[in-house]
């Protein structure tokens, strides 16, 4: 709507006409670009760094006291001097729906977001950073590339999409073996002492 133009600059926000299907687009385009997701991340919490609950309610209590006091044409005079922080049309303009219902957009985009927070969580666990460690040393990188090739590590286009990117992962061989180990019983008996380890005070 024409107010949110007022509300919030580009740099952290992405604006959509307000239908399912577009909100969906948005918030689809922005959760598979990670430099786009990153920058508007950290421009939101800059922006934001001043602007806390406070700030907020003094303007609503502003705006109380002047209309108990019949001072509403003050607001005219404000509202004139009021410029727009949000330039440049709705995003996204590259559709992803492809004409589809707005039900299975929705659902997509659900999948989409399960995907992102899963890949996530994966990507942050201790055994895959230990994978990505030894995927880059020397020694893997060489026999790496003598076994598959220059362009072995080269991100793909489905990188780019976490549902794909993930499915890629989870049908890895490596993955397969990390999940092996962990459903190993010498593995879960070394996790259940080292956790009553941590666990137990110290003296």
């Known amino acids: 709507r024409h107010n949110n133009l007022y509300d919030l600059p580009k740099g952290g926000v992405m604006l959509a006409e307000p239908r399912p299907e577009m909100m969906a687009r948005a918030i689809i385009s922005i959760i598979d670009d990670d430099q786009r997701f990153n920058?508007?991340?950290?421009f939101g919490n800059a922006f934001m760094a001043k602007r806390d609950l406070a700030h907020g309610f003094e303007q609503f209590v502003s705006a109380v006291d002047d209309l108990l006091a019949g001072r509403t044409d003050e607001w005219t005079a404000r509202t004139r001097a009021l410029t727009t922080m949000y330039h440049g049309?709705?995003?996204p303009t590259s559709p992803i729906d492809n004409g589809l219902p707005a039900q299975i957009v929705e659902s997509r985009m659900r999948a989409r977001m399960n995907a992102h927070a899963e890949l996530a969580e994966l990507e942050a666990s201790r055994a895959w950073q230990l994978v990505q460690r030894v995927r880059k040393s020397a020694v893997y990188r060489a026999y790496a590339g003598a076994r598959f090739g220059p362009n072995w590590d080269?991100?793909?286009q489905a990188d780019l999409d976490p549902a794909a990117k993930l499915n890629a992962i989870q049908t890895s061989r490596t993955y397969k073996m990390l999940r092996s180990i962990k459903q190993n019983s010498a593995y879960q008996?070394?996790?259940s002492i080292i956790s009553k380890n941590?666990?137990?005070p110290r003296p």
Do not use: D, E
């Open 154 to 156: 080269k991100q793909s």
């Open 189 to 191: 008996t070394a996790r």
């Open 39 to 42: 920058s508007m991340s950290a």
């Open 89 to 91: 049309p709705p995003g």
């Open 198 to 200: 941590s666990q137990s």
